[in-house]
């Protein structure tokens, strides 16, 4: 169930500058990085990105193998759905802190 008023968000692609300074706006103490294999944003119904996310190669050297790729930065506007489809991806919804789900 999701809360009253909760707008849902969809994957867009986007561009590293514009993911760049998405984080630069939004997070408190994380810059800009020089390189990515591809960003993604979340935006709301009217267009806006509420959200993105930045994938690189690995910053450990024990983990570049061609195949493992790092989530090298992420940030939100603090969109109560957000960070639910960030952890979704396949649609999976993530409660925020404080609702209970009925199991």
Known sequence: ?????????????????????????????????PGHRWSIAVADP???????????????AADQDGWTLQILRN?????????CRWAAGKGIYVPPPGEKIEV
């Open 75 to 83: 940030a939100t506007d603090g969109h109560i759905e957000a960070i």
């Open 46 to 60: 009217t267009g806006q990105v509420r959200g993105v996310a930045i994938v690189g190669r690995p910053i450990g």
């Open 1 to 33: 169930m999701k809360p009253l008023g909760a707008t849902r968000l969809i994957i867009v692609p986007c561009e590293l500058d514009e993911a760049n300074a998405f984080v630069e706006q939004h997070h408190r103490h994380l810059g800009r990085v």
